[in-house]
């Protein structure tokens, strides 16, 4: 066995503990042991997934799929703001593009061993048959990554044992090719419902084929027209594959968006599939970090201090003041479900005192609100508390987006976080539909699944309200709905690009970003390692 590959080996053992929750016992002294035994090639197909809780959930992956775009841009921390200004700073030596091509591609080798060694192991066939397919699946969802980031990327399908400088882009086409493929592999041979939670099923399989379908474009040098991209039936494939996650019976939305993000139901119907988190800081690697990011600077202000329940700001990623203006607050709850506004009070010594001495306010008493609406300046001041309004919103006060909330860390400073992670739930899944249907010439048809979602989303008594008719349809609206519905979970980016709205949207919306944004940062750059660690003709993308 040559030492790649028993590194190879070592780190797919080394990442069993972090991986899905499997609830397997880890195995050690496999080193010596052939891949064809099968413990090791559970273990490599064990080891597939750790990869995944590098970017999902982290600030690399919140950065490069939130940041930058028209619903989210800087607060007042963080070293990469320059992804949401675009300047010449987003280059091709930037730590989170160079980091998840990397990643990625270990991942998609472990893959690929796996694969590879499936038809030496001696094994209850089926279950192999299901771990392959689970293998498949994910070097598919690498794949679909790298190919949205980077465009064409290099193919590989077989593992890499050696070293070599020798590699060249595929085109778009055949990365597509190769992702479809594993994933109607995978639909074809997994269950919906897995014997351990978080390994890939049917469902999931379905879901990202719908989206791959909704996304695939042609290698064309047809810029006049990006519709012209756009493979022939992919529009039609793309709401079939969302109407059999639908109609499976598996799934379904729940009563309440709220009750989507409560934390003691991340298990939930409406849940197709998730990256997995623990409060083991052990197993659980970085953990879901998604609870630093959007929330705003409390802890400083009047009768506050940091604590546990209300999390560590790290104001990084600021709402827009689009985004914010999306939501139709007497008829949709997502905007109160989804946002902290209110802040009560968990500091006596620095609450405020009257002009008699006493305390504005006690323990437990709203000690800041950030309103949704403009106040004059004596309301303001009659508040014992302290207000902020639209107008005072800076990169550091800001309504926060909750959904990652996470009262139950170890410590005050801990940034582990043990939320499961969903990437793929049912509410996408119907809008992924509509889209599909819409752009594919079948409005009418698209209508009812968006209106699911937001008959779903609407305060009790306004559900006929939330209704949206068919003149009101349209792409732009879609998007829309995809702003109030998924904020936060790693979509935005991808849909602006997908719809070739990324650089008009980014102008109109995000003041940060818009004057700089150029078409072609429509892809992030080809990292700087990989040219340099090829020999020959690896073209970088333009612009950069």
């Not at 939130?66 to 703001?81: M, V």
């Not at 197709?272 to 800081?281: E, H």
């Not at 329940?309 to 939501?327: H, M």
């Amino acid at each position: 066995m040559s030492r790649r590959t028993i590194a190879l080996l070592s780190a797919a053992l080394l990442s069993l503990a972090a991986c899905v929750d499997l609830n397997e016992d880890l195995i050690s002294g496999l080193a010596n042991q052939p891949y064809s035994t099968p413990d090791v090639f559970q273990a490599l197909v064990n080891a597939t997934y750790e990869p995944l809780r590098s970017f999902y959930a982290q600030e690399r992956g919140f950065t490069l799929t939130e940041f930058g775009t028209d619903i989210y841009t800087e607060g007042a921390d963080g070293s990469y703001k320059y992804v949401n200004e675009y300047t010449a700073q987003l280059n091709p030596d930037v730590d989170f593009i160079r980091d998840t091509w990397a990643d990625f591609y270990r991942a998609i080798n472990t893959a690929n061993t796996a694969i590879a060694q499936a038809p030496a192991v001696q094994m209850d066939s089926s279950l192999k048959a299901q771990r392959v397919a689970e293998a498949r699946f994910l070097r598919a969802l690498y794949y679909f990554d790298l190919v949205q980031m980077y465009g064409p990327v290099t193919l590989k399908l077989e593992p890499t044992t050696t070293a070599s400088t020798q590699f060249t882009r595929a085109p778009v086409d055949s990365v597509y090719d190769a992702i479809i493929n594993d994933l109607k592999y995978a639909e074809a041979t997994l269950p919906y419902l897995a014997k351990d939670y978080g390994r890939a099923t049917k469902g999931a399989a379905q879901h990202l084929l719908a989206k791959v379908y909704l996304t695939r474009l042609r290698d064309t040098d047809s810029a006049a027209d990006e519709a012209a991209k756009q493979q022939a039936g992919d529009f039609a494939n793309a709401a079939d594959y969302a109407q059999r996650v639908i109609n499976s019976g598996q799934y379904s939305l729940l009563p309440r968006f709220a009750d989507v993000f409560a934390f003691s139901n991340e298990k939930n119907a409406e849940v197709i599939w998730s990256v997995q988190f623990t409060n083991d800081p052990l197993t659980t690697g970085n953990g879901n970090q998604g609870h630093l990011f959007f929330l705003m600077e409390y802890d400083v202000l009047p009768g506050m201090q940091r604590d546990i329940a209300n999390g560590r700001p790290f104001k990084r990623f600021r709402p827009t003041t689009f985004f914010l203006g999306l939501f139709d607050r007497t008829k949709d709850s997502r905007y109160q479900s989804q946002f902290t506004r209110a802040w009560y009070s968990n500091n006596a010594a620095t609450i405020p005192k009257n002009s008699l001495g006493a305390p504005k306010f006690h323990l437990g008493d709203t000690a800041v609100y950030v309103s949704d609406t403009v106040l004059t300046d004596s309301a303001v001041a009659a508040r014992p508390y302290r207000v902020y309004t639209p107008r005072t919103y800076s990169n550091r006060i800001f309504p926060s987006l909750n959904k990652f909330a996470d009262p139950f860390r170890l410590s005050v400073n801990d940034v582990r976080g043990s939320r499961d992670f969903f990437v793929a739930r049912l509410a996408e899944t119907y809008l992924i539909a509509a889209e599909a249907l819409l752009r594919d010439g079948r409005a009418t048809d698209a209508l009812p699944y968006i209106n699911a979602v937001r008959r779903r989303a609407a305060i009790p008594g306004h559900e006929a309200e939330m209704q949206l008719t068919g003149a009101q349809l349209t792409l732009g609206e879609i998007l829309n709905e995809r702003a109030r519905e998924l904020a936060g979970e790693m979509q935005r980016w991808f849909d602006l690009v997908r719809t070739h709205t990324l650089v008009p949207r980014v102008k109109a919306y995000n003041p940060d970003g818009g004057p700089n944004i150029q078409p072609y940062h429509a892809l992030r750059p080809i990292p700087r390692t990989q040219m340099d660690g090829t020999t020959c003709c690896y073209t970088q993308n333009p612009g950069y």
